[in-house]
């Protein structure tokens, strides 16, 4: 329906005048005068034009705004109905890009990206995209808690998918208890963990399609390969790194934690500040006391560090 205006100055003066003449006037009076306003009465519904002679009635406002109202009304309910049903055939389209292999607009094989949401964007996208196997190379290893935790449910969600990961580690990671221990966790998730000790580039490989590696030495730029050959490549020395790798029973490196926790707790620091200490997550220190309330049958965490500081002093 058309959104039509409100009567103007010129329209209500017309309107009044209809009015003072008794609601009845002969077209051909005010017609010759301003055809203009006419019209626009007649299409608000306020005059009415009888052709048998050839007069116009004035109408009630009250029943012109409650008719306008309706059919406002009626439309904004057909286009809430509309809104609803738009989304279903758009569905095929939709999986239908799901699905189509993802295209970087670029020449040579590589786009380079220099923005790092851009960059966490992509790095994102390529992961949902993954379908078989993601190769991780990360130098260092030792990694602030909050990042450790920020994306672990993410990672969860893709292995949980059947997606394999494979990830090279430095020693630090070995040595540095909230690495470790998040490591614990993604092995046990089915992720694969080895540590290197010696340098290498930082590098993301997913499906051996598409490789993602360090444009600039701060890591503020990237480059997104997609030429086969460089692809292969780098995937081959990515094999021969983990080769040459050592495997580590993250569990057991995990446990020290666990066993730092259980010292902390005797000493009676609380929750809180065994985290702080530890650079653990408050909930993975909750787990770990957790874990030692059912090793020691304590009901509360007071128990718990009375009965391990009666342990200890038992050695």
């Not at 209500?12 to 003072?20: I, P």
């Not at 799901?98 to 607009?105: L, N, Q």
């Not at 949401?117 to 290893?141: F, N, T, V, W, Y």
């Not at 993410?154 to 997606?163: E, K, V, Y």
Request: negative net charge; hydrophobic residues 40%; contains cysteine.
């Amino acid at each position: 329906m058309p959104d039509l205006p409100l009567p103007g100055e010129a329209e209500r003066a017309l309107y009044a005048e209809v009015l003072a003449q008794g609601g009845r006037v002969l077209f051909r009076d005010v017609a010759h005068r301003d055809a203009g306003t006419v019209l626009r009465l007649l299409e608000l519904g306020l005059l009415v034009h009888h052709a048998t002679d050839a007069t116009l009635t004035a109408v009630n406002p009250r029943t012109v705004a409650e008719r306008l109202a309706a059919d406002l009304r009626s439309a904004g309910t057909r286009m809430l109905v509309r809104a609803d049903e738009l989304p279903a055939p758009l569905d095929e389209l939709g999986r239908a890009y799901d699905a189509a292999p993802r295209k970087v607009e670029h020449s040579g094989g590589v786009l380079h990206i220099q923005d790092m949401e851009q960059i966490r964007s992509r790095m994102l996208q390529l992961e949902a995209d993954c379908q078989e196997e993601c190769l991780a190379a990360q130098p260092g290893g030792a990694r602030p808690a909050g990042h450790l935790s920020e994306g672990k449910d993410r990672l969860h969600r893709f292995l949980d998918r059947g997606t394999t990961l494979r990830l090279l580690y430095q020693p630090p990671a070995r040595d540095h208890g909230p690495t470790a221990e998040y490591v614990a966790e993604l092995s046990e998730w089915g992720a694969r963990v080895r540590v290197l000790d010696e340098p290498f580039t930082r590098m993301l490989i997913f499906d051996r399609t598409t490789a993602v590696i360090p444009a600039a030495a701060d890591n503020t730029r990237a480059a997104v390969v997609e030429d086969p050959a460089v692809v292969a490549f780098l995937v081959s020395g990515f094999e021969r790194d983990w080769e040459r790798a050592e495997r580590v029973h993250w569990q057991a490196v995990g446990d020290g934690a666990h066993e730092q926790v259980g010292r902390l707790l005797t000493e009676g620091l609380t929750q809180r500040k065994i985290a702080s200490r530890l650079g653990l997550s408050e909930r993975t220190v909750a787990g770990h006391i957790a874990r030692l309330r059912e090793v020691h049958d304590a009901e509360t965490q007071f128990q718990l560090g009375w009965q391990m500081r009666g342990a200890r002093a038992g050695e």
